[in-house]
């Protein structure tokens, strides 16, 4: 299992809990694991449609995996969440300076890249 595949996954099958040495292989610590798997739930399409007001597309996101795991961690635990849910349900823009993830989301635009 990649630490993509279960950055992506890992809300689908939160019962199971992965061996240490599954864990090693992905460079997670247990610590880090526990963290993803107690994210509020739609972590994942949030961080897509929050990325994606900055040209930032999943593979991109997916391209580091380290990066992949602060902004999963960051998104699952935040305070905003439910506000920028809401504002994903109901089809509004949700105001990128309460998302804690945007600064990194800027940095990752293509746009930014090449400046």
């Known amino acids: 299992m990649s630490l993509m595949t279960f950055v992506k996954d890992f809300f689908e099958d939160r019962k199971r809990v992965l061996t240490d040495l599954e864990l090693a292989d992905m460079g997670l610590s ?3 694991y526990n963290r993803l798997v107690t994210s509020k739930d739609g972590t994942r399409h949030r961080m897509e449609v929050l990325a994606a007001r900055f ?3 999943p593979a991109m996101i997916d391209a580091d995996h380290g990066m992949a795991l602060e902004l999963a961690q960051t998104c699952g635990h ?3 969440a ?3 849910q809401n504002a994903i349900d109901l089809g509004v823009d949700f105001d990128t300076s309460r998302c804690p993830n945007a600064s990194i989301y800027a940095d990752m635009a293509p746009d930014s890249l090449t400046s």
Request: include cysteine; aromatic fraction near 0%.
């Open 30 to 32: 247990r610590a880090d």
């Open 82 to 84: 439910k506000a920028c």
């Open 78 to 80: 935040c305070v905003n």
């Open 55 to 57: 040209g930032v597309t």
